[in-house]
């Protein structure tokens, strides 16, 4: 999805990252059965073999070479920054991809948890265009859930992937509602309409203390 504050909550739940942060804040694979520094400068990916994406298609390294310049190559990416340092990005195996860098990168390995690390569908995505990501398009991804609908300004429903390759979730839908009034939250929240939000209004709390 086109990145915002919003939709940042969204888009993990599509897109799955080559690594990901584990409840101990330890780096764990992900799409990525391995992903090292083998020298300074030389950054080796080995993806899984039983990845794919939620139409069922395997996860390639062509897709992760795509999805990775995507930031690499677009200076305005709000993930640009994590490739600043990297001067080439490769296939280099049938399921392997090798990034080479220009200075040692201390960070890089961890910015492959989030957004910089998220792989889509080459060629699905080449056919959205510039629909990508957004309300009047689609996005093909590897993570536990795909788009079923998108009203702007509204919300956002998700269905779950029951094929996902890390077990299917234990939830059929989520939907991320989007309620910019302070008061119209509270009252979501308080007559259950909604399970749980972010910036509640902190005049709220009485409200919240006083409901039973």
Known sequence: ???????NFVWPNICDSLLRVEPDFT???ALAESAEFVDPVTFVIDLRADVAFSDGTPVTPAD???????????????????????????????????????????????ALTGGAGAILSKSFSEQQGE????????ILCAGPFTLDSWTPGSDITLAANESYWD????????????IPDGTTLTNALLAGEVDGAFN?????????ESST
């Open 1 to 7: 999805l086109v990145p915002g504050a919003d939709y």
């Open 27 to 29: 780096v764990a694979p």
């Open 64 to 110: 992760v070479v795509y999805s990775l310049e995507r930031s690499w190559k677009d200076v305005t990416s709000a993930y640009y920054g994590a490739f600043v340092l990297v001067s080439a990005i490769e296939v280099t195996g049938d399921r392997q991809v090798t990034i080479s860098f220009v200075a040692p990168d201390s960070i890089f390995r961890e």
């Open 131 to 138: 629909t990508l990501g957004t309300s009047g398009g689609d």
């Open 167 to 178: 077990g299917a979730p234990l939830v059929s839908k989520l939907v991320f509602k989007f």
């Open 200 to 208: 509640v209004p902190p005049a709220s709390r009485s409200a919240f």
